[in-house]
């Protein structure tokens, strides 16, 4: 008679042991529409990547994430403002509002291109017009791309600064004890000196004397 064996289940990725700012505070991080595991799930990982452990890396850690976050939402921004007006572009389409949710969706069928063609464009064409028609709105989501990956780099330098900051201080002990052997060993010289030259003006003074 066989026995049947359960299987196991793999382990849960372990929560940092610290909690993060949002946490503690309570606050909300995901916008309206984002789920929120979503969110927590890759802000462990980065935590994890980043192996932070003191409060002080656990925050520099979220805020990284929370930058990675709005680049995202800023490249989704605009990917949703092209579809939009390509969209609106092809309104004179047989099926408008289907044209424009398969555009959303990039789900582009023969129907949907077939639409696409009838109100005179090509894709290419329709997908140049859409943003040369949203170029100023586009240019300002850039813009606070750029904002929050100068941002990112901020925290970057700021989270290794504080994970080195132990091997740092090590090391700048070490480096005041190096510095202080060697004051040691330039002292010492100078008193071999001082009593090398002391010795010889003794000398050069006992034949006067005589």
């Known amino acids: 008679m066989s026995t049947r064996t359960t299987p196991k ?3 849960a990725a372990s929560s ?3 909690p993060s700012i949002s946490e503690v505070l309570g606050l909300q991080p995901t916008l309206p529409g984002e789920c929120a595991d979503h969110y927590q799930q890759s802000l462990d990982a980065i935590i994890g990547e ?6 002080l890396q656990v925050y520099l850690a979220e ?3 929370d930058c990675l976050c709005w680049i995202r939402r800023y490249e989704e921004q605009k990917r949703a403002t ?8 092809t309104s004179n389409s047989p099926l408008p509002h289907f044209v424009r949710d398969a555009l959303m969706q990039n789900k582009l069928t023969k129907g949907v291109i077939a ?3 009838s109100c005179g ?6 997908q140049q017009e859409a943003i040369e028609n949203k170029a ?3 240019a300002k989501l850039d813009s606070r791309i750029a904002l929050y990956t100068k941002m990112l780099a901020s925290f970057q330098m700021s989270y290794e600064v504080a994970a080195n900051r132990k091997a740092r201080a090590q090391q700048l002990t070490l480096q005041n004890e190096l510095m202080r052997r060697r004051l040691d060993a330039i002292e010492v010289v100078a008193k071999d000196v001082s009593m090398v030259l002391s010795q010889e003006v003794l000398e050069d003074e006992q034949p006067q004397a005589n």
Not at 82 to 89: F, H, R, S, T
């Open 9 to 11: 289940r793999p382990p």
């Open 16 to 18: 940092p042991e610290i």
């Open 50 to 55: 980043l192996g932070a452990k003191t409060a």
């Open 63 to 65: 805020k990284i994430h």
């Open 82 to 89: 092209i579809a939009v007006e390509m969209g609106y572009l």
């Open 115 to 117: 639409s696409i063609e």
């Open 121 to 126: 464009y090509t894709l290419e064409a329709l």
């Open 136 to 138: 100023e709105f586009l």
